[in-house]
């Protein structure tokens, strides 16, 4: 899942399964898979920035409409079935997986493709509103949202946009963290046991990221999106 989750998105759809088969009802898993998502994305943040594919200059105004909607994501988590958002998720995987076929330059920009700044395409903010809104209210998939919305609107390579993809889903789900905390519903050792794993996966999966060709992440994307819609559909 840190491998899954550090490259492409969709880590969640294992873990969230994993954590209700140990007898978790679903709103205690989804909090509780946070823990390990909070994990992974810092060491795969720090691992980015380490060799120097972490863009700081815009960082603070991507993470700004991530970070609103995923405090209004997690609130509504807290208090609805996570089974709300299925068709969203569904529909959302089906969509990407057509884009990586038909037109895969939205969310792959040719090398050389100037980034643009949050400043010069205001209507990435609501978009980045929506990923965090999401990803506040279940964190399975919203990798593949974020990528979609940093690439698409703001035109950063995959590495770069990955990159900034984990920055933004580590905070924004720290958000979410402590607002299920506050309510109990984070159990905390599974939590501690999942998020050494995903550590570890995320730290191999920077190194993947960065030894690989773009076509090659490209179809693991692409795969990595339909496996995705096919494991949601039985959570």
């Known amino acids: 899942a840190g491998v899954i989750n550090t490259m492409a ?3 969640s759809n294992l873990t969230l399964p994993a954590l209700m088969m140990m007898g978790m009802p679903p709103e205690i898993a989804n909090a509780t898979n946070r823990v390990g998502v909070v ?3 810092l060491v795969g943040s720090r691992a980015f920035d380490r060799h120097g594919k972490l863009p700081r200059t815009d960082l603070k105004a991507i993470l700004i409409p991530t970070l609103i909607g995923s405090a209004i994501g ?3 988590a807290s208090y609805l079935p996570s089974a709300a958002l299925k068709p969203v998720l569904l529909g959302s995987m089906t969509v990407m997986a057509l884009i990586i076929l038909i037109k895969p330059s939205v969310v792959m920009p040719p090398p050389g493709t100037e980034p643009y700044a949050m400043s010069e395409r205001p209507q990435a903010w609501w978009v980045l509103f929506v990923s965090g ?3 506040g209210f279940v964190q399975a ?3 593949f949202i974020l990528i979609a919305a940093i ?3 703001l035109r950063y390579d995959i590495v770069r946009t990955n990159a900034i993809k984990m920055v933004c889903t580590g905070c924004f789900t720290l958000v979410a963290l402590l607002i299920f905390a506050a309510r109990g519903q984070v159990e905390w050792l599974p939590g501690i046991v999942l998020a050494v794993g ?3 996966g995320a730290q191999l999966g920077v190194k993947v990221a960065l030894n690989i060709s773009q076509k090659a992440i490209k179809w693991f994307l692409f795969l990595m999106t339909l496996a ?3 494991a949601a559909l039985y959570l």
Request: no cysteine; aromatic share 4%.
């Open 198 to 200: 995903t550590m570890a």
């Open 9 to 11: 998105g969709g880590g």
């Open 228 to 230: 995705a819609s096919a």
């Open 74 to 76: 997690a609130v509504l």
């Open 151 to 153: 690439a698409g609107s």
């Open 133 to 135: 809104l999401y990803g």
């Open 141 to 143: 998939g919203v990798g």
């Open 39 to 41: 994990a992974q994305s």
